[in-house]
């Protein structure tokens, strides 16, 4: 069972942003628990990557339901790391900032993490259809606001700037 290389790809494949050491602990008790119920069909192609899944899910939700809560992050530099130490977010604002950009549309953040977490070069990324180039922008702009990097003017001023509603 390679459950942490599994959890890395669907985090990418789904081009979330989350620690996957994180995701990696979740879907382990998952997959035990599942063993325990459900033994005859962890064997099924898929089964552990619905695991995965499953555990993503939890993580997503359970951090919305904290934050809405105002419970404080617990560990934040642990848990939130590319938010902490690749974005400059504060502590305190880096659960925050997952929860807003992994509640945005899938072609949203997979154009930021294309262009901007694995510097794929623009045509590449074009050529994937996420384009066009100013809805490209766009969506890598409302990344950066959901992130907290950018506020409202930033936006709108390029959209104002493309033409765009």
Known sequence: MRLFPLCAQRIREAAFLLDPERVFEH?????????EIDGEHCAEPGWLAECVDRAIQAILERDRQDEQAGIPPDQPSKHFPV????CYVEPTAARLA???????????RQGFQK?????EPLQKVLELGLGPLERLQLD???????????????VEELRVKEGQP
């Open 98 to 108: 997952s929860i807003r950009y992994n509640a945005l549309d899938a072609r949203i």
């Open 83 to 86: 938010f902490i130490e690749s």
């Open 27 to 35: 879907a382990l008790s998952k997959a035990a628990v599942r063993i």
């Open 115 to 119: 262009v901007i977490v694995e510097g």
């Open 140 to 154: 890598i702009l409302l990344a950066l606001k959901a992130i907290g990097l950018l506020d409202d003017a930033g």
